[in-house]
């Protein structure tokens, strides 16, 4: 059988190449680097992986974290601002599990190394590109490096952000009491944008995390270009300070003797343009090449869906190949506008709920949180919801949906009163409007 080629050995390349590997298709992955160097490099981000990527990662015998002191079963939703800020706490139905990527990559490249898979350490540019195409029978391009982004043109009308929505800094954190039982905290702040706490299974153990998600100009923004290096002690107490001011149910947990970032290479800052490319492109030698997770679509991490999106996409794009395959097609424009539309199809909802969640959220969805601050099972569903990007936006989708989603969890009326959500803290009465304004 032909071999595949893949370039890049980020989550959606590993995905892809262990998935086809399981349908004895031989691979290769080409790499900038050894994948055991991320292990002493900076903190690659703060990403969270839900339920069905949890499932594909039994599936592919990866699931190498799961556990009592690994898995994620709470979010709390807190609307910090506005005359009644309010709190909720649910329960997703299936665990999520933060790992930090210098463990979680290195560990798949062994996997798929062990596993008959070939990975050779060879930088990629176009004119390498070329040649791989010359040697394989299909080509993936699961990374942007080298300019290979160049080749997969920007969909316009799926890519609505023509510069950076948020300002974000993330980092892994010393002094801050971790939840338990394991939870994450989503703080939204008008005006501000947004911060995300959570717990992160690291080489050393559970440490916690977050993520700040600053709209330009804001203050929180100042914690993605003020430099660390340049005073590491005013930083974090800037950081223990936005904190304070725009995370409370955080800042609780903090101890001020001890808070800051665990190491010089356990924080990021930076920005990007969320965009949607073209998930295919023809070569100067007439060959074709394929995108795969952020090479085709890039999200904001608001969401949480960005590793999630890319393994959608790549065992949808395995799908594609090990059928035409074993259908002995070829690998032509035909195959790879299917491909392509399968990858969308896979990613498509987690890229409108981030795209979403970047913009002011209309006052059902307001409603519908101020509802979950008032009844524990209305919570639980709106958790479960918030990770699941089909649910959520079927959820939110409209006034009516928002009530049909509230209605589905709150009791009958012959059924006793709802209980109080254990984290719902200065709601506002039932007889009062809620009115909490999200303007940016």
Not at 155 to 171: I, K, N, Y
Not at 327 to 346: I, L, M
């Amino acid at each position: 059988m032909e071999r595949i080629a893949i370039v890049g050995a980020g989550t959606a390349g590993l995905h892809l190449g262990l998935k086809l590997l399981s349908h004895g298709v031989p691979v290769t992955i080409y790499t900038e680097q050894e994948p055991a160097r991320l292990k002493s490099a900076r903190l690659l981000n703060t990403v969270a992986h839900h339920a069905p990527t949890r499932m594909r990662e039994r599936v592919l015998g990866v699931d190498h974290w799961s556990g009592p002191n690994a898995d994620m079963h709470y979010i709390g939703i807190h609307v910090n601002g506005g005359p009644h800020p309010f709190s909720l706490r649910g329960r997703v139905d299936s665990p999520s599990i933060f790992v930090d990527y210098r463990q979680y990559q290195p560990r798949l490249a062994e996997d798929f190394v062990a596993r008959g898979g070939t990975l050779e350490v060879l930088p990629v540019d176009m004119d390498v590109l070329e040649r791989l195409s010359q040697q394989h029978a299909l080509v993936v391009v699961a990374t942007g490096k080298n300019g290979l982004t160049r080749l997969f043109p920007r969909v316009p009308e799926l890519s609505p952000h023509t510069q950076p929505p948020r300002m974000l800094f993330a980092a892994l954190l010393k002094g801050l009491r971790m939840q338990e039982p394991i939870g994450m905290n989503a703080h939204l702040i008008p005006g501000q944008g947004e911060i995300f706490e959570s717990q992160v299974v690291t080489e050393g153990g559970r440490v916690p995390s977050v993520l700040i998600e600053a709209l330009p100009g804001s203050e929180l923004s100042r914690l993605s270009t003020q430099r660390y290096e340049e005073d590491p002690r005013a930083f974090e107490a800037l950081l223990m300070d936005m904190l304070r001011r725009f995370a409370p149910a955080t800042y609780e947990r903090v101890d001020p003797a001890s808070f800051g970032v665990r190491g010089p290479l356990d924080f990021l800052q930076g920005s990007f343009t969320p965009v949607v490319r073209r998930g295919w492109a023809q070569l100067a030698s007439g060959r074709f090449a394929l995108a795969v997770g952020d090479t085709h679509v890039t999200n904001d991490p608001v969401a949480g869906q960005g590793a999630n999106a890319g393994s959608a996409s790549a065992f949808a794009l395995a799908e594609n190949i090990v059928t035409a395959l074993a259908e002995q097609r070829p690998f032509d424009e035909a195959f790879c506008r299917e491909a392509e539309a399968s990858s969308w199809a896979a990613t498509a909802p987690a890229t409108y709920w981030t795209n979403a969640l970047l913009q002011p959220p209309p006052p059902h969805v307001i409603e519908l949180l101020a509802a979950g601050s008032k009844d524990v099972r209305v919570a639980d569903g709106i958790a479960t919801a918030f990770v699941t990007p089909e649910l959520i936006l079927s959820a939110c989708a409209s006034p009516e949906s928002t009530t049909a989603f509230i209605a589905r969890y709150r009791p009958t009326a012959r059924e006793a009163a709802p209980p109080v959500s254990p984290l719902a803290w200065h709601p506002p009465p039932e007889e009062t409007p809620v009115h909490v304004s999200l303007t940016r």
